[in-house]
């Protein structure tokens, strides 16, 4: 069964760095995403991607963080300059857009800001 | 008031029981209405999803949607260990492909 893979696992990084994660979608969707779980919190959006752009984002989705599908197969997620509050499992998630489907996610990366 | 209500937890049970999990949400848009399964430190995996009033059964899951009470609940049927994870309540806006609102997740724990 497709499914949606992510690298790395886990991502330990000094605060003021920058991070790019990476996820591969399940293959015929077009929809992408970027949600992220700080711990003990909830699931929560940060930014879609359709047809080579950002389709929506949220609040939480400011200028230090950039999204990119750099060819046809990985989407990424840059964070420039990492902050401790930044500490979060990162989960991308792929849509294929037809009729009664849902988003299907991958196993998340673990980033640790120091 | 918050978009979206769920019961943390954690809620634990015997093998065997019955469990009711529900979420209460306030936005009248929502029109489809998922359930995910997240086991400890892995992504959300769909369980259940419908996108009407009334009740879905899929083997031991039943999810059942009141949209005049904005009130879902998923029902899981001789329960198992493996069950042990958290649920969450998941709505999409006006389509599928919107951004989902999770709640905050219940926390069960079967013991055998």
């Known amino acids: 069964e497709p499914e949606v893979t992510q690298t790395p696992s886990h991502q330990v990084t000094q605060m003021g760095q920058e991070v790019i994660l990476r996820c591969v979608p399940i293959?015929?969707?077009?929809?992408f995403y970027w949600y992220r779980q700080i711990l003990g919190q909830k699931v929560e959006f940060l930014v879609s991607?359709?047809?080579?752009?950002?389709?929506?984002k949220s609040e939480i989705f400011d200028d230090q963080f950039s999204v990119e599908r750099p060819d046809g197969s990985n989407f990424t997620l840059k964070i420039r300059s990492t902050k401790l509050e930044d500490s979060a499992m990162y989960f991308c998630?792929?849509?294929?857009?037809?009729?009664?489907?849902?988003?299907?996610f991958g196993p998340g990366t673990r980033l640790t800001v120091l | 008031q918050k978009e979206v209500e769920q019961d943390p937890g954690p809620l634990s049970v015997p093998e065997g029981a019955i469990v009711s999990l529900n979420c209460t949400y306030s936005?009248?848009?929502?029109?489809?209405f998922m359930w995910y399964r997240q086991y400890s430190r892995k992504g959300p995996e769909l369980l259940m999803y419908?996108?009407?009033?009334g009740n879905k059964e899929d083997g031991r899951f039943t999810a059942q949607v009141d949209k005049s009470s904005k009130y879902i609940s998923l029902f899981i049927r001789d329960s198992q260990p493996s069950d042990s994870a958290t649920y969450l309540c998941?709505?999409?806006?006006?389509?599928?492909?919107?951004?989902?609102?999770f709640g905050k997740g219940t926390r069960l724990s079967v013991i055998a």
């Open positions: 419908t996108y009407s009033s």
């Open positions: 936005n009248s848009a929502f029109q489809y």
């Open positions: 998630a792929s849509y294929r857009d037809r009729g009664q489907d849902t988003q299907y």
């Open positions: 293959s015929n969707h077009l929809y």
């Open positions: 991607f359709y047809n080579n752009e950002i389709s929506e």
């Open positions: 998941a709505f999409p806006g006006y389509s599928g492909n919107t951004p989902l609102v």
